[in-house]
């Protein structure tokens, strides 16, 4: 069973930077895969931020996060990272790890970013 595991969360001042983590365990890439980040601000619906596919080298960004945010991966560790750099009051939510491998869908357990001077 594949379990994904955030950390790297925090309160932060506008300006600032947060690296997101995500450990992934029982989990092999011999499968395609697709992993990605959402956040979802209170009051508003999840939406996605990020996501790149095992074969595919190029990685999406949404409108909002574009030239602030980067997605990586280390396979070695089965980790992939958001770097979020000049982060905004508006980039404050509650921020999920996503991997979909065939049919199964797989969300961990959110960490908390907080943008706020």
């Known amino acids: 069973q594949l379990q994904l595991v955030e950390s790297g969360g925090g309160l932060v001042q506008p300006g600032g930077s947060l690296r997101l983590s995500c450990a992934a365990s029982?989990?092999?890439?011999?499968?395609?895969?697709?992993v990605g980040w959402f956040r979802q601000a209170p009051g508003k619906e999840r939406e996605g931020v990020s996501c790149m596919s095992s074969t595919d080298i190029s990685t999406y960004y949404a409108d909002s996060v574009k030239g602030r945010f980067t997605m990586s991966r280390d396979n070695a560790k089965n980790t992939v990272y958001l770097q979020m750099n000049s982060l905004k009051p508006e980039d404050t939510a509650v921020y999920y790890c996503?991997?979909?491998?065939?049919?199964?869908?797989?969300w961990g357990q959110g960490t908390q970013v907080t943008v706020s001077s």
């Open positions: 996503n991997a979909e491998i065939g049919l199964a869908d797989y």
């Open positions: 029982g989990f092999t890439s011999d499968y395609y895969y697709v």
